[in-house]
């Protein structure tokens, strides 16, 4: 298996390609949030009214172009957060990607630490500023307790997005086609799925299981709108599928997009833990795996601005433990270099058994600042 991406690689590079030239570049951005929140009485003693967030990113590539058709390019992507509540990067509090990518007349190929096929292809409902529709940051100001992730636990109850996001960014081998009349079709390798930015508790059984991702991404122009669609296939540890699919709308200024996603078992070797099994294991660590998710928003960008409108919705097929989440958020980009922002949500989380530790309900306001560089 380590011999066959080196191969695939070198397959995609011309064997008498001329002297080329090299390219290199850094980017980032950085961010700070600061938010008021409003939870039902009874909630009150798991959240602080006023809480903040930050988190940064810093990008850094070197590409080498052997001609128009033939190049490969090096990703170091590092990223970190201070007081977020899901610690979620490949190290908990900080994280690193790093891959490499070949281009050729035949396709692109990818290796390395990098979000499977499914995760780059899908739109699902259109994001602005803070607060995303899906994994959404609104997690940081009204804790979820079905979504857990921190140096003692790992929990997921519900599916917290509509695209295939179960193996987070472990290393992998993807794959996608050629451009065929503006669709294309991709496949992900993923040797051992368990990573922090996916789902996967690591005292699981199936934690150092395989995983397969193909998905089809198609974008057209219909004259009265511009359509992107995608479609999307997964199985996890032999048992576990995944589907999931997006589409998004767009006309003039406006954009009107949702996604969908729904998971279940299908076999015996490695049923759902709806009990505890170990002291090492939160009761409904797994309860993702069988269950389903969608959003739809609708979203307005006009030169500097953009807003969007969105709804979210995940619930487990076993169990009463649900998600809902309702948000509005602005984004107004100053320059180049600064964005604002300013968000309101309202929140539904509901655990297994209604109890108060299980379950989260109230307001949020958001506002904060972005820096690109």
């Known amino acids: 298996m380590k011999i066959i991406p080196a191969v695939m690689l070198l397959a995609l590079i011309p064997c008498g390609a001329a002297a080329g030239e090299w390219s290199f570049d850094v980017s980032g951005y950085a961010s700070g949030l600061y938010g008021y929140s409003d939870v039902s009485e009874r909630f009150e003693k798991q959240d602080r009214n006023n809480d903040g967030s930050g988190r940064a990113e810093v990008n850094f590539s070197a590409a080498y172009a052997f001609n128009d058709e033939y190049g490969f390019s090096l990703n170091l992507d590092l990223m970190g957060g201070i007081n977020q509540e899901l610690q979620n990067y490949n190290q908990g509090r900080w994280g690193e990607e790093a891959y490499a990518i070949a281009d050729s007349p035949y396709g692109r190929l990818m290796l390395g630490q990098t979000f499977n096929v499914d995760a780059q292809f899908h739109e699902g409902a259109p994001a602005a500023g803070a607060l995303g529709s899906s994994n959404s940051e609104i997690v940081d100001f009204i804790v979820n307790p079905n979504w857990k992730r921190n140096a003692h636990t790992a929990k997921f109850a519900t599916l917290n997005t509509t695209y295939i996001n179960t193996d987070g960014v472990a290393p992998k081998i993807s794959y996608i086609s050629p451009d065929f009349y503006n669709t294309v079709l991709g496949v992900s390798y993923v040797p051992d799925a368990y990573n ?70 299908d076999g015996r070797d490695t049923r759902m833990s709806l009990n505890r099994p170990s002291d090492r294991l939160p009761e409904y660590f797994d309860g993702y795996r069988e269950g389903r998710a969608w959003n739809i928003g609708l979203g307005y960008e006009i030169g500097p601005y953009k807003a969007a409108l969105t709804y979210f919705e995940s619930k487990a097929h076993n169990t009463d433990n649900q998600d809902k989440i309702i948000a509005f958020s602005n984004q107004y980009r100053l320059n180049k270099y600064i964005d604002i922002y300013l968000a309101a949500a309202h929140v539904d989380f509901e655990g297994a058994d209604g109890t108060t530790n299980g379950s989260n309900k109230g307001y949020a306001f958001v506002t904060g600042l972005g820096l690109n560089f």
């Open 196 to 265: 922090r930015r996916g789902l996967i508790n690591k005292f699981a059984s199936y934690e150092k299981d395989d995983a397969y991702i193909v998905s089809l991404y198609t974008a057209q122009e219909l004259g009265f709108t511009d359509l992107t669609a995608t479609l999307g296939y997964g199985a996890f540890h032999d048992d576990d599928k995944e589907m999931s699919a997006s589409l998004s709308l767009r006309r003039g200024n406006w954009t009107l997009g949702g996604g969908w996603r729904k998971t279940y078992i």
